[in-house]
């Protein structure tokens, strides 16, 4: 069985610039989580979709949003990058009504803005 | 609401030591509970969880915790370090009946000295 993948495994962008990272669950799976783990400062969540449909979203300003799409894959987008940005996007899968049995993740991007 | 404090975000312990890592969360409602390991440039990978019944839960690689409601710790620990053990370890909390994501704590670096 396919695990989630992530791709670019690694994303070089330039302040101002956009970044798309993009999320494949595990077959079966409906929802999708994506974390950013900021040196130092551990994985916090960004945003959750299942079903197509964003179910609930961290402490992150709106360029950073996402969709997801009828096969259950889904996008991160960054607009205006900052510095800041810079991190590894972790995004994981699981069953919608087994988010209590925890995620499979992905091996993440690694976005960097110079 | 649900939160998760790691105590020490750096822990070294010798070859063939007990290692133990502390982990304590504060939730609303009855919580589900999971430790993840990561390994430099992978993701999160899912160590054990506690959802209901049995309190001791045994995971992967000889590792074990235990819940306990009194002191609303989640512990892990392993009775014998092994130089493969060194990575990072986040523990997480997720609201019991509740399709919510997984909060996760800020992590704890385990290094093992030989």
């Known amino acids: 069985e396919a695990g989630v993948t992530q791709s670019p495994t690694h994303l070089i962008k330039t302040r101002g610039q ?43 300003p709106p360029r ?27 995004c994981a899968s699981s069953l919608r009504t087994s988010t209590n049995y925890g995620y499979t993740f992905g091996s993440g991007t690694r976005l960097t803005v110079v | 609401a649900q939160s998760v404090t790691q105590l020490g975000s ?29 390994y430099p ?34 512990h892990l620990t392993k009775p014998s370090a092994h130089m493969s053990d060194a990575a990072e370890y986040f523990c997480a909390v997720s609201p019991y009946g509740s399709a919510r994501q997984l909060t996760f704590g800020s992590g704890t670096q385990l290094t093992v000295l030989p």
């Not at chain 1, 494949?24 to 130092?40: E, R």
């Not at chain 1, 950073?64 to 972790?90: C, I, K, M, T």
């Not at chain 2, 750096?10 to 993840?36: I, K, M, Q």
């Not at chain 2, 899912?46 to 049995?54: D, E, I, R, V, W």
């Open chain 1, 64 to 90: 950073f949003s996402g969709r997801q799409f009828p096969n259950y894959s889904s996008e991160l987008n960054v607009n205006a990058l900052e510095l800041e940005d810079s991190a590894l996007y972790l």
């Open chain 2, 41 to 74: 440039n992978q993701g999160l990978q899912l160590l054990l969880k506690y959802t209901t019944g049995a309190t001791l839960v045994k995971g992967i690689n000889g590792f074990e915790a235990e819940f306990k409601k009194s002191e609303t710790s989640f």
């Open chain 1, 18 to 60: 956009q970044a798309t990272l993009r999320c494949s669950p595990i077959s079966g799976h409906t929802s999708v989580y994506w974390y950013q783990q900021a040196l130092g400062l551990g994985l916090q969540f960004l945003l959750w979709y299942d079903e197509g449909e964003e179910r609930n979203r961290g402490n992150f």
């Open chain 2, 10 to 38: 750096h822990v070294s312990v010798s070859e063939g030591a007990l290692v133990l890592l502390r982990c304590n969360y504060s939730s609303s409602v009855p919580p589900y509970l999971f430790w993840y390991v990561q």
